[in-house]
């Protein structure tokens, strides 16, 4: 729009913390008013992949894990971080399916982008739905990964949102356009 705020100019970055999971950085910023803000923080993430992956029965692959951060195991969406060199963002996303389920091949389409925090956060959140998956090959995951599978009909998907099962907001909104889109 002709009367939309303007992007803020970056006069310094600092970073605070740099580690592969946690990268913190401190901007000075300028606003098209004039005026500064000497302290804004900004966590640095690679993007981050999430699937809808669909069985040719209309089963929705989802999984289930603990996570620390809210001390629970719910229900998700496969998912994982786009973090190798020289792959892209679809192949990241079959990688991960194919490793944290054993479910592969289909027909993929990008389906939504997500800013997990536009304010606060530099990554976006790829969801791809794949159509016709199949069980290909047992889970292959990592040491620190503990993930069970679960297909579920498109009605026990709502039920699972709608009892507060998976709070994860990345995955909830990709499912419940899917579910409307249907």
């Given at each position: 729009m002709h009367n939309d705020p303007?992007?803020?100019?970056?006069?310094e970055?600092?970073?605070l913390h740099r580690r592969p999971w946690l990268t913190m950085r401190q901007d000075r910023v300028q606003l098209a008013n004039g005026n500064t803000i000497d302290d804004f923080y900004v966590w640095?993430?690679?993007?981050?992949?999430?699937?809808i992956a669909?069985?040719?029965?209309?089963q929705i692959i989802l999984i289930r894990q603990y996570r620390h951060g809210i001390g629970k195991?719910?229900?998700?969406?496969?998912?994982g971080v786009h973090d190798r060199a020289g792959e892209s963002l679809l192949q990241g996303a079959q990688r991960e399916l194919l490793e944290e389920t054993g479910y592969g091949g289909g027909q993929w389409h990008e389906w939504m982008q997500l800013s997990p925090n536009p304010a606060l956060q530099n990554n976006v959140s790829y969801t791809f739905l794949a159509l016709g998956v199949q069980k290909i090959s047992s889970q292959r995951l990592d040491a620190t990964e503990e993930i069970t599978i679960?297909?579920?009909?498109?009605?026990e998907a709502r039920e699972i949102i709608e009892n507060g099962e998976m709070l994860q907001a990345l995955h909830v909104a990709p499912i419940m356009k899917y579910l409307l889109s249907r």
């Amino acid at each position: 729009m002709h009367n939309d705020p303007k992007p803020w100019k970056t006069l310094e970055s600092i970073y605070l913390h740099r580690r592969p999971w946690l990268t913190m950085r401190q901007d000075r910023v300028q606003l098209a008013n004039g005026n500064t803000i000497d302290d804004f923080y900004v966590w640095e993430y690679p993007p981050w992949l999430n699937i809808i992956a669909l069985t040719p029965d209309e089963q929705i692959i989802l999984i289930r894990q603990y996570r620390h951060g809210i001390g629970k195991v719910l229900f998700e969406l496969p998912a994982g971080v786009h973090d190798r060199a020289g792959e892209s963002l679809l192949q990241g996303a079959q990688r991960e399916l194919l490793e944290e389920t054993g479910y592969g091949g289909g027909q993929w389409h990008e389906w939504m982008q997500l800013s997990p925090n536009p304010a606060l956060q530099n990554n976006v959140s790829y969801t791809f739905l794949a159509l016709g998956v199949q069980k290909i090959s047992s889970q292959r995951l990592d040491a620190t990964e503990e993930i069970t599978i679960h297909p579920v009909s498109p009605g026990e998907a709502r039920e699972i949102i709608e009892n507060g099962e998976m709070l994860q907001a990345l995955h909830v909104a990709p499912i419940m356009k899917y579910l409307l889109s249907r």
